[in-house]
């Protein structure tokens, strides 16, 4: 009988994790935020506005292409 054995991870284990990628696999690391982190969600309207408004609203890369 085959069992499907499942780790509850913990926010330290996670952290532990994160910060290994960090160190040794950026790759890794830009893509795990890319894929649980909006950051969009972290950009003031007010820093949107200032942005697009100094170097126009033709960009070849958007506001979150240049902070990511």
Known sequence: M???SK???SFGDL???AKDWAQNDKPQFLEM???YLDL???IPFSFYTAYYKYFGRKRE???ESMLS
């Open 2 to 4: 085959s069992f499907n």
């Open 7 to 9: 780790k509850q991870l």
């Open 15 to 17: 952290y532990e994790q």
């Open 33 to 35: 935020l890319d894929q």
């Open 40 to 42: 969009s969600e972290f």
């Open 61 to 63: 890369y958007d506001l």
